[in-house]
Nanobody, 127 residues
Framework: QAQLVESGGGLVQAGGSLRLSCAVS????????MGWFRQAPGKGREFVAS????????SYADSVKGRFTISRDNAKNTVYLQMNSLKPEDTAVYYC????????????????????WGQGTQVTVSS
């Protein structure tokens, strides 16, 4: 069983930045594609970004493209989400997830494809 622990959430003003981290243990990290999802109050969990096992391929939701960057450090078993130019509509609980995959593609947008999930970290953007 893998354990995923997110950190780095908090309260930030619109236009500000945050970097989320997700530390993974219990499985060989480099066998997994990783994704970030978010869930705002009263809404479903939506795809934010994903990255393939090597870090060479990434994908983003249109709503965050150009503002957020997903990356990973396989030596540290950690995936990151750098969030810049934050907007109030980015307010949500952010979850990282792991999908067993060694595919070259970084396109992994579907929740039901993922094997493991973290507990989430709250991001609040004030206007």
């Amino acid at each position: 069983q893998a354990q995923l622990v997110e950190s780095g959430g908090g309260l930030v003003q619109a236009g500000g930045s945050l970097r989320l981290s997700c530390a993974v243990s219990g499985r060989t990290f480099s066998n997994y594609a990783m994704g970030w999802f978010r869930q705002a109050p009263g809404k479903g969990r939506e795809f934010v970004a994903s990255i393939n096992w090597s870090g060479e391929s990434t994908s983003y939701a249109d709503s965050v493209k150009g503002r957020f960057t997903i990356s990973r450090d396989n030596a540290k078993n950690t995936v990151y989400l750098q969030m810049n130019s934050l907007k109030p509509e980015d307010t949500a609980v952010y979850y990282c997830a792991a999908k067993f995959s060694r595919a070259d593609s970084g396109w992994h947008p579907y929740r039901n494809q993922y094997d493991y999930w973290g507990q989430g970290t709250q991001v609040t953007v004030s206007s």
